[in-house]
């Protein structure tokens, strides 16, 4: 077997993608919600509640405008309220609702079972090969990524000043 050029690896994980992405995003179309607004309760629930609109619009990568519009959907559905921030009642926090958590947690169940089905013909060992191979090679580009951080880590304490990508 001859090794795998660059660019072929890069073609197969692009398909990968697109193919997980794809059946991912028929998972959760039933939970009416968009890949963008996924990640918006996914960041404001790991916010806890401190989280500014200003905040979420830098973190998503997304113009304030359209974090408006994102949280003012989100809202409009019962999944994400907003509040006086405690340090300052002038500014806004936002906090997700029960029903919100309980939409981030369906959504998290969608994406596992379409990557459970997706890799089922993988071993436990050829799935943490594979996971230590894409770190490895991630890490020689983005030390501080979301990828390559450690469980328990937190995801929003950049060291390097590096910005971050949700790939969910």
Do not use: N, W
Not at 15 to 36: E, F, N, Q, W, Y
Not at 104 to 125: G, I, M, N, Q
Not at 132 to 146: G, R, V, Y
Request: aromatic share 2%; charged share 20%.
């Amino acid at each position: 077997m001859t090794a795998a050029t660059g660019l072929e690896l890069a073609d197969a994980l692009t398909h990968t993608a697109k193919r997980i992405r794809r059946a991912a995003l028929h998972r959760l179309a039933p939970l009416g919600l968009t890949p963008a607004q996924g990640r918006a309760l996914h960041v404001i629930a790991a916010a806890d509640g401190t989280l500014r609109p200003g905040g979420l619009a830098d973190r998503l990568h997304i113009a304030p405008r359209s974090a408006t519009s994102v949280v003012d959907a989100l809202e409009s559905r019962g999944l994400v309220t907003r509040a006086p921030a405690p340090d300052d009642r002038r500014a806004t926090v936002l906090h997700i609702t029960a029903a919100g958590t309980a939409m981030l947690t369906a959504s998290r169940e969608a994406r596992e079972a379409v990557a459970t089905d997706y890799f089922t013909a993988l071993t436990d060992t050829d799935r943490a090969t594979l996971l230590a191979l894409l770190a490895k090679a991630e890490a020689a580009h983005a030390p501080d990524s979301e990828f390559t951080r450690k469980p328990g880590d937190h995801p929003h304490s950049h060291k390097h000043g590096h910005g971050h990508g949700h790939h969910h």
